[in-house]
């Protein structure tokens, strides 16, 4: 038997699906310059927490993507280390202050050349300071990452 639901109905129970759940679910996608696949999503009361399924590109060790969080305009680089490990790393260049990008296994800053490994790590300057990194938990498929 096929029910027939009217807009009103259809939007009532997609909005109480949205209040009712605590993962984030990216917003949009698509292709960036930093060499990042990014995604849009927001955070709630200071983390931000996803279903890592839903990011084709985190399931393999060594990968990254950058997540746009847009209701505190803050950018993360998100890479998957190991099966159960993640980082959640700040792309801001600790020199000077430019948005570093992914090459290779490397991020690496277009303004004056500093390189960080994936863990946020200086492999070379003239950075001093690793990038800013943000606590995570990772449990059950879900990331969460404490801003
Ligand atoms: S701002 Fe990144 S190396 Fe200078």
Do not use: W
Request: with cysteine; net charge neutral; aromatic share 6%.
């Amino acid at each position: 038997m096929n029910t027939i639901i009217n807009r009103r109905e259809f939007l009532g129970a997609i909005s109480s699906l949205v209040v009712g759940s605590i993962i984030t679910v990216p917003l949009l996608s698509g292709c960036a310059t930093t060499g990042f696949v990014s995604y849009a999503t927001k955070a709630n009361n200071g983390t931000v927490i996803l279903d890592v399924s839903h990011f084709p590109e985190l399931k393999e060790i060594g990968n990254a993507i950058q997540i746009n969080v847009e209701n505190i305009s803050e950018e993360i680089i998100l890479v998957r280390k190991s099966e159960n490990d993640f980082t959640a790393l700040s792309p801001i260049c600790t020199h000077l202050g430019c948005s570093v990008k992914k090459e290779n296994t490397f991020l690496r800053c277009p303004c004056h050349g500093s390189t960080y490994s994936l863990a946020g790590n200086v492999v070379r300057g003239p950075a001093e300071k690793p990038l800013t990194s943000y606590h995570t938990d990772f449990s059950n498929g879900t990331i969460t990452i404490y801003l």
